[in-house]
């Protein structure tokens, strides 16, 4: 999506890194290129302020529920590892089971 206007910065960079602005997860120099791409480009704006009432939405409905400690941990430890560059093992983190194999080969 673009709203064919040019910006500092290109409509689709924010809008492929919007889940990482709105839950903050970005150093606050891009969180500042955000947020001045969004005062002078309304339909970036208007997906943010979608994207931002459909989290509210669903942290309201679904964010009562507790996270066993166990699997934060195994899911915490994988984004480590994938932030790393290190080989990520072939299992479920949910269940530490390992991964279905393919198809068989004859």
């Known amino acids: 999506m673009s709203c ?5 910065t290109d409509c689709s960079e924010i809008l492929d890194h919007l889940y990482e602005f709105l839950d903050r ?3 606050d ?10 005062e002078e480009c309304s339909p970036c704006l208007e997906k943010y302020g979608l994207e931002q009432a459909v989290k509210k939405l ?22 480590d590892l ?3 560059g290190q080989t990520v093992p072939e299992h479920d983190v949910a269940t530490g089971s390992p991964a279905s194999p393919g198809p068989q080969e004859a």
């Not at 064919?4 to 500092?8: L, M, S, V």
């Not at 529920?65 to 915490?76: F, G, N």
Request: charged residues 35%; glycine residues 6%; aromatic residues 4%.
């Open 82 to 84: 994938i932030r790393s």
């Open 29 to 38: 120099s891009d969180c500042t290129k955000f947020e001045h791409h969004f």
């Open 4 to 8: 064919g206007e040019p910006h500092e």
């Open 58 to 79: 669903v942290k309201r409905c679904c964010g009562h529920d507790e996270v066993p400690t166990d699997l934060r941990s195994k899911v915490m430890g994988r984004i």
């Open 25 to 27: 997860e970005m150093p």
